[in-house]
């Protein structure tokens, strides 16, 4: 299915089948109350996060504090197909505990997620977390998972998204604090006293502080990747510095690209260092696109590896090169794996929210009044038809920001 065509979906069914679910938990907890306040001996816990494969990389804080809080936890993931690699990335969960729904038509996502269900009841979780913000469909998933206990995001009186009232641990969206502390409040929340409203009233830890999940590579993976390299672009040598240029982002917030002209224009100011070797990343269906690029800047010092590398190799990749430059997408969190300095830039969304993590990660946003435009308070779905705030950010800037990693 079409992002387009699901949202439409989750913004139609959504409310009403998660007024009735609140019904529904009404009237069972007036015989049989779950559990709220403080979580003790917490052994397997499910964590619902179908899509958006960047912002899974920010789970790892919460991780890590979940095992503080119950040692020898037991994680497991409800994900859709495609975003299992995601999951893998953070090196915490079996894959034998990633549970997925395929959501290539309709009749597929309503037989899977009936399946997975059926299966996720009968495994009996001490509790399920909804990591979406602009998810109906993530909070149903969870309340239907039979957990003992529920946690997710609540609007209280604000004009956010409705999404019931049946999560015994309601946490209030905050859009003033980073999502990897966003995210590590939602534990937090379970080991809050009964009666606090709105949870949670725990301090917000630094984000300097918090621990992120690290890539290890073996010496064969990077020769393999290097060979990638060099097949792609001879011109490749022990002098090269392997500078990312990636264009693309998801088809969920198109607005979020930064003009394809810009990036060309940036690769070629790149290129008068002889020693740099411009690398294109990115999915298959962007390699007509990518051609365009290569073609464009004319170099043999270009390497075009989209569509020719599977996630790991990407990862690889990226602990190799020297420098990335990329729209806000996934890739930029990916990076937070490794040391790689990275330039996201960014406009409908914003980096005090969705900031890459870690040691040299930059952001550059044009900061115009109406930005961000895009947040929990709109479904995501922004008014706006003209990313100006994209075109605001000049390769001057860019390229600039470049040289104070590339001297």
Known sequence: MKPDTM?????????VICAALSLRRWLIGRFMPRKDGVLNGVKKILFVKPAEMGSTILMYPMLRRAQQLWPGVEFHFLVFAENTAAVNMLGLVSEANIHTIRTTDMKTFVKDSLAVLFKL????????LDLEFFSRASAILTELSGA???CGFN??????????SFFSHPVQYNCHIHTAQTFLSMIEALNQPTGQIPLVKAPVKPLEQLELAKLATSPDEKSQVRRL????????NEQSRLVILNANSSDLVPLRRWPLD?????????????????????VKSERSESEHVQASLGSARVANLVGQTSLRQLLVLYSLCDLMITNDSGPSHFASLTDLPVITLFGPETPKLYGALGRNKVAIASDLACSPCVSSYNHRATAC?????????????VFSACKEFLI
């Open 385 to 397: 038809n003209d990313n100006v705030c994209m075109r605001a950010i000049t390769v001057d800037q």
């Open 155 to 164: 609007r209280y009186t604000m004009e956010g998204m409705y999404k019931g």
């Open 121 to 128: 009841n009968c495994m009996r979780f001490d509790v399920a």
């Open 262 to 282: 810009n990036f060309i224009e940036l690769g070629r100011r790149l290129l008068v260092d002889e020693n740099v070797v411009i690398v294109l990343t990115g």
């Open 229 to 236: 390299v060099s097949e792609n672009c001879p011109a490749v």
């Open 7 to 15: 949202r439409k979906i989750d913004a139609t069914l959504g409310p």
């Open 148 to 150: 003992a206990a529920t």
